[in-house]
């Protein structure tokens, strides 16, 4: 089946650091990736939207200066949490609809888990 | 209802027992409402895709149910295993240009005990 592929799937880094999370689609083309994140005993909040070869579209809230979303193929998408904080340590996971579209469903990366010390 | 909403939010069961599990999103400009099976480190596994109302889906031991017009779907669990422990999610996304933007519930994690 459609798999996405998401790393790294720990990482440390030091406060003003900056960290990248890289999500591939396998064995299919993922012209559309959506970017989650979920705090403790919360649901997974959408951040961005990303689309291959154009601008993310980003959540209220979120900002993107903050996390950038590049999009440039039709098999990566990556997010980079630029400047982290401590605040910024969370569980981030990336998703992609499937080429059939909304009704046959998403298939998910594995998500990172981000502390930042 | 303006969110999406889950219950409970854990469930401890029996081995053998079955169970099921409640989700409640806005049922306006509604679309499509997925489950999720969800285990520690793993990828989220879909289950199930729902759109119609009146709908019921089944894989093996596991199906769902949906009501669009009041806006809940259940999940059934027949004769709990303890490999069907995990995170259980549903999403809805909606009929907004099919953004295919999915909002999620907070989950039920479900505790099976042999």
New interface residues.
């Given amino acids: 089946g459609a798999v996405?592929s998401?790393h790294p799937?720990r990482v440390i880094c030091k406060s003003g650091t900056s960290v990248k999370i890289e999500c591939r689609s396998l064995d299919f083309q993922a012209t559309?990736m959506?970017w989650?994140r979920q705090f403790p005993?919360?649901?997974?909040?959408?951040m961005a939207?990303s689309n291959e070869g154009s601008k993310a579209t980003y959540e209220q809230g979120v900002e993107k200066d903050k996390f950038l979303i590049n999009h440039a193929s039709l098999t990566l998408s990556t997010l980079t949490v630029t400047s982290a904080h401590p605040e910024d340590s969370s569980f981030y996971i990336c998703?992609a609809?499937l080429p059939a579209?909304?009704?046959?469903?998403?298939?998910?990366?594995?998500?990172t888990r981000l502390t930042v010390v | 209802i303006l969110n999406?909403e889950q219950s409970p939010q854990s469930l401890h069961v029996q081995e053998g027992d079955s169970t099921n599990f409640t989700c409640s999103f806005p049922s306006s400009n509604f679309?499509?409402l997925?489950w999720?099976r969800w285990e520690t480190?793993?990828?989220?596994e879909?289950l199930f895709?729902m759109?119609l109302n009146g709908d019921e889906k089944k894989k093996g031991r596991i199906s769902a149910t949906l009501n669009t017009k009041e806006g809940y779907s259940y999940l059934y669990i027949k004769g709990s295993q303890p490999e069907d422990s995990a995170t259980y999610?549903c999403?809805s996304?909606a009929n907004s240009g099919?953004?295919?933007?999915?909002?999620?519930?907070?989950?039920t994690t479900l505790q099976v005990k042999p």
């Fill in positions: 996405v998401q799937s559309t959506f989650y005993k919360q649901s997974l909040m959408l939207t998703s609809r579209g909304g009704k046959e469903g998403y298939t998910f990366g594995s998500g | 999406v679309y499509a997925h999720y480190a793993k990828s989220p879909a895709v759109t999610l999403a996304t099919n953004t295919g933007k999915l909002i999620f519930g907070q989950g």
